[in-house]
């Protein structure tokens, strides 16, 4: 395996190394507070964040559209956004994201909504000569039994887990277009890997969320209730990795700003929990004191999900939000915003 210390140049595609070298003759630098950077997707979870983020930094021209106002999937109305901002920086944070239920019942949207988002953003971008971008995935583009904390050189080593393997493969495809772009037109592009994330502007709805929202959800309900008992999904028994989305945004800024090559970085925490303990941990915080029942019809998906973070520790960044602190920083911010949540 080539790490960034033997670096090497291994080749023009997605590579089964880690690929610290394609050419790209560039020294990753402080970014310009005054120009224009574009968040795609800031009113979500991970694009608030990275606002939330910036505007703390000192940026001064955060930009950013609604999908009402700017359909990312148009790609006319995409170009003519490019040409109109001409911005120097971009984060792309839109994206069709939903939890395991979204993604194996809507393949298709999965599939086809984040290949034109992607296709678009980055030609545009490209066209525009869009000095930096960072790309966001997702850990499931690994395979199902990666050996576990997955590196970043388990891509396309094994099969996909079939509950997101069409998310999956356009999240591989946004990878690939990163390191062509690198390739035929020399901009310092990256991408970044995040583990499962949590934390405000989250998707709490029953059916579209990722396992987290849902939980603190349900919990608080049957708290405020004092129902006797709430069921989730599955058997409780897979290992989830789970970071607090400022600890993300933290990550972008600095990858941005520290980190140059063609291949993807995992970031996350290093540590995982099971679903039960999650479980567990959110009733304890929200105080249910029911019982916790477990409908195994639901799918487990992958049985555990850990990145290997090193790559990204020798790059000079760590998670600092614990577990925790992260939950009762989300259950405090539900709590004041959930009767305003989207559905
Ligand atoms: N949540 C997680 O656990 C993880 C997320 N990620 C990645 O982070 C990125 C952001 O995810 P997250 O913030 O959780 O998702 P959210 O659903 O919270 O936000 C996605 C954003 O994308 C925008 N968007 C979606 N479709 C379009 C469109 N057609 N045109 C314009 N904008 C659009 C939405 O804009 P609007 O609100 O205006 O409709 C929304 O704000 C994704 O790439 C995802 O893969 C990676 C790992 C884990
Ligand atoms: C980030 C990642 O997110 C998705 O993958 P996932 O990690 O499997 O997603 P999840 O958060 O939805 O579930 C995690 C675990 O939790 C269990 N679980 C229990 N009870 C609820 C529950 O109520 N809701 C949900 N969603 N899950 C539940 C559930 O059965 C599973 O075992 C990808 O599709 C893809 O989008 C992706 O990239």
Partial sequence: MVRSSEARFVGHRVSTG??????????????????TFY??????????????????????????RASSELDLKDRGAVFDYFAAEKPAYVALAAAKVGGILANNTYPVDFLSDNLRIQLNVMDAAREQGVERMIFLGSSCIYPKYAEQPIREDSLLTGHLEPTNDAYAIAKIAGIMQVQAVRRQYGLPWISAMPTNLYGPN?????KGSHVLPALI????????????????????????EFLHVDDLADAVLYLMEHYDGPSQVNVGTGSDVTIREIAETIGHVVGFEGATEW???K????????LDVSYLAEQGWTAQISLEEGLRRTVEWYREHRDELRE
């Fill in 217 to 240: 959800r349900r919990y608080d309900e049957a708290a405020r209730e004092e129902a006797d008992s709430v069921t989730n999904w599955g058997t409780g028994n897979p290992r989830r």
């Fill in 299 to 306: 799918p487990d998906g992958t049985p555990q999900k850990l």
């Fill in 202 to 206: 989250d998707n709490f709805s029953p």
């Fill in 18 to 35: 880690i690929q610290t070298s394609d050419g790209v003759d560039f020294k990753p630098r402080e970014l310009d507070r005054d120009a």
């Fill in 295 to 297: 409908d195994t019809s």
């Fill in 39 to 64: 968040v795609a997707g800031h009113r979500g979870l991970v694009g608030s964040a990275i606002v939330r983020r910036l505007e703390a930094g000192g940026f001064n021209r955060v930009v950013g």
